[in-house]
């Protein structure tokens, strides 16, 4: 009895996140219905539906597969991006940082909010913006590569939106000590650029980056769902402005490791394995409110692989 109980426990643990996001897409799905196309509809209602994962004789278990219907704004594919994104974001730095022997700083750019129906423009203009930033002789001399991301939030007290991006920028050792920017002059680039004199917030900050949670921030979705979902209108804003834009932009020597990881095997020794052996399959299916088990599958000795890093491991 006692063993039963702390099984059905632990189970309810490693489920908790995905049994979170799936409790959120009926919602989503309402949204999201009548603005694709109808197969696509019936893949974001089916999204989640079923969902697999292994297990090792240690117990361990991650996210193996399911079906997902990998629309962006889905909180269920959004959440397994973030984690399988942040794992390559987490091997990039640590390229740079051991490999390359830089300093990463971590540049968050911000101007006032806007309407909703100005959430568009503006975010075309944050982006020209930043490339007047970073044509700037300051900003060359001192940048060796940058990762940006653009994420939007809602202020829903006084219905309107923040627009901005979070920049991890690669600097030679001798930043902090020869080429400092400090944070005035940062917000001054900045101003400058933006063409904004009104500006007050940019924060700027030497940054690590070693673990998960740590590149978490950079590695989500250019919105939460919580503020996505917020009404049917606010939904309509976020997905107008958007829908088919670029989220995140790898420049300079992150281009390039990502180019080397992509076609010559130069990093082969720094890609992770989890060494665990997983010899179960657990099939779970949605009903109502919970996910139920419905598969136990045993791996065959012969087809045991080990998983990389990139797979979902679940917190
Ligand atoms: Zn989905």
């Avoid at 996210?63 to 397994?80: E, Q, V």
């Avoid at 129906?117 to 020209?128: A, T």
């Avoid at 940048?143 to 690669?170: M, S, W």
């Avoid at 020794?269 to 060494?275: A, V």
């Amino acid at each position: 009895m006692l063993d039963n109980t702390k099984k059905i426990k632990k189970n309810q643990e490693f489920l908790k996140k995905p049994t979170e996001k799936k409790l959120k897409m009926q919602d989503f799905f309402e949204k999201i219905k009548n603005k694709v196309s109808e197969k696509l509809a019936v893949k974001i209602f089916e999204c989640g539906d079923i969902i697999g994962f292994l297990k090792s004789k240690g117990e361990k278990i991650r996210l193996h597969g399911g079906r997902f219907c990998n629309n962006r704004f889905c909180p269920m594919c959004s959440w397994r991006k973030a984690r399988k994104d942040g794992y390559l974001l987490l091997l990039l730095f640590s390229i740079v940082q051991k490999v390359m022997k830089k300093e990463l700083i971590f540049l968050t750019l911000t101007a006032p909010n806007v309407e909703g129906e100005e959430l568009k423009n503006e975010i075309n203009d944050f982006n020209n913006s930043f490339k007047r930033l970073s044509n700037t002789k300051d900003f060359k001399s001192i940048c060796k590569g940058y990762i940006r991301k653009l994420e939007v939030t809602y202020n829903d007290q006084e219905d309107t939106y923040h627009p901005h991006f979070h920049v991890v920028i690669a600097v030679n050792k001798n930043y902090f000590t020869k080429n400092y920017i400090n944070q005035k002059k940062w917000l001054d680039m900045w101003r400058v650029a933006k063409r904004d004199k009104t500006i007050t917030q940019v924060d700027v900050r030497k940054a690590k980056f070693n673990d998960l949670k740590g590149v978490y921030e950079i590695a989500t979705y250019s919105a939460k769902a919580s503020d996505y979902l917020y009404s049917e209108n606010v939904f309509d804003v976020f997905y107008g402005a958007l829908k088919n834009k670029k989220i995140i932009t790898f420049n300079g020597i992150f281009k390039e490791i990502l180019i080397d990881l992509k076609t010559t095997e130069k990093y082969n020794d720094l890609l992770e394995t989890d060494n665990e052996i997983y010899d179960k399959q657990l099939w779970f299916t949605w009903s109502e409110k919970n996910y139920k088990l419905f598969r136990t599958d045993e791996i065959a000795e012969t087809e045991l692989q080990k998983v990389f890093v990139d797979e979902i491991e679940i917190d």
